[in-house]
């Protein structure tokens, strides 16, 4: 009988002994969530901060002109298409909403030949260059090289793929984030 108490008893201390392990597992799990959290949280600090907010420049705001080289070395400025309505992209080469709107976007610049498109890309020259022939791009693309090129800042743009419908006047008739033809379309017909 005291063979089978003792036996109990260190069954009990076992199950005891790794309930304890559990609880320290556990806390640690918790501690590392936490920390974890505090990471994505800060991560998503900027964008917190629009949440609420207007996204980019106001529609009716004046465009503020620009002067960029585009994927070939050429200028291309925003007073290049004074009198035409454009399509002002914002996009990223690393971006992979992007990546998936591209062909939209290709295929908007061919079935609107009223709108004239114009690329902002954030990336290299060289993988600006590649994105524009590997997407058969007939457009301008115009490479910036991080966030806070003063084209990117002067027209707040908040993330990618982000556009602005510019109208013939240089006034912003419309913005917002499109990943689809349908998106771009609506985009520019409400801009109209």
Known sequence: MVQKEDHVETLLLMLMGIVILLMVAIIGLFIRMNQLQSRVLAALGPLQAGVGQQMGLEVGAQAPDFTLPDATGQMVSLEDFAGQ????????????????????????????????VVMISQGSTEENRQLAQ??????????????????????????????????????IANRGFANTLEQLKELARAGR
Not at 91 to 98: F, G, K, N, Y
């Open 134 to 171: 590997v997407q058969g791009f007939a457009f301008p693309v115009l490479p910036v090289l991080d966030w806070g090129d003063r084209v990117m800042v002067d027209y707040q743009v908040p993330g990618t793929p982000f556009f602005y419908v510019i109208d013939r006047e240089g006034v």
């Open 85 to 116: 309505r454009v399509l002002l992209a914002f996009s990223s080469t690393h971006c992979r909403a992007c990546m998936e709107m591209y062909p939209h976007l290709r295929a908007f610049s061919e079935s609107q030949p009223d709108v004239q």
